[in-house]
């Protein structure tokens, strides 16, 4: 049994960072991709960042390049969403999220979820 905790979330004021990260738990992620996902209200759920558990795959949504770090610490099974400059747009619901084989930005192919963590930025 996959288990994702994530965490991290709050309020923060336009400008402002946050470190939002999940914790693996329940088998070997070793050939794994993990991402994190966003959903607004009223908006689909839209790809942020993702990385290959093994490799050094790094990939990001045009809307975040340049702000958002994804990383990993394979000592602790977890996975980091460093989030800087931070816009009100940002504002949303993050999900972490895994699945086997390639990367993908379709969050219909990911089989595992976090329970998801609020994002909240004042302008």
């Known amino acids: 049994q996959v288990q994702l905790v994530d965490s991290g979330g709050g309020l923060v004021q336009a400008g402002g960072s946050l470190r939002l990260s999940c914790v693996a738990s329940?088998?070997?992620?070793?050939?794994?991709?993990m991402a994190w996902f966003r959903q607004a209200p009223g908006k689909e759920r839209e790809f942020v960042a993702a990385i290959q558990w093994s490799g050094s795959g790094l990939y990001y949504a045009d809307s975040v390049k340049g702000r958002f770090t994804i990383s990993r610490d394979n000592d602790k099974n977890t996975v980091y969403l460093q989030m800087n400059s931070l816009k009100p747009e940002d504002t949303a619901v993050y999900y972490c999220?895994?699945?086997?084989?390639?990367?993908?930005?379709?969050?219909?192919?990911?089989?595992?979820w976090g329970q998801g963590t609020q994002v909240t930025v004042s302008s």
């Open positions: 329940g088998r070997t992620f070793s050939t794994y991709v």
């Open positions: 999220a895994a699945r086997m084989g390639p990367y993908s930005y379709n969050w219909r192919s990911y089989n595992y």
